[in-house]
């Protein structure tokens, strides 16, 4: 289910759109996609569909080798993104599920998407994770990836969470640290997930601040 809230505050006046729904009441954004769309949603490229309570996206590399959608606000900044995703099938053991904060593109999800902060993680090499920093639709090669602490295996959730504060960026896989970095690029900006080489399904997708 979907629910947005106005949050209002000495720091932040940030109004997102009304979609549906009930969370659990805390967060500003929240869709566990059990009422069967994906409204407030922006949808790019691939075939995005929700079933069985799950927001997926199942167009693999042969057609477009990323798949995205969009939602939120440009002036969004300091919260917190959290939401699962699970591989069902992929390519060359390469399908990977991305996340993006403080994404400042226009209101087509269509490529390029790229501007603004990329977490990705994929079973590449058994599991991988990569913090992609896209400025004006070229990534910075400076920043890092890493093999994920644990295997990350065809149809087993995982959760993601993160944390947009000022420039730090932290990032999380089932709760644990993956990493940091700092970079004042972009300074707020709208969430979204992409997808690449696989079927890929999104859940319990959570922004809050």
Known sequence: MKKMLLILSFLVLSIIPSVIADCNGNESFCDDFNDGNADGWILGDGNWVVKSGEFSQDMAAFITEYNSAILGDYNWYNYTLEGDFKIISDTFSGGHADFFVYLNTNDSATPPLYNGYKFAVSR????????????????????????????????????????????????????????????DYYTSGKIGLATGQGDIHFDNVEVYS
């Open 124 to 183: 590449y090499a058994g599991g991988y994770w990569a913090v992609y920093p896209y400025k004006n639709s070229v990534y910075d090669s400076s920043f890092f990836s890493q093999p994920t602490p644990f295997p990350i295996n065809l149809n087993q959730v995982y959760h993601v969470r993160i944390i947009a504060n000022n420039s730090l960026f932290s990032f999380y896989l089932n709760n644990i640290l993956l990493g940091q970095f700092t970079d």
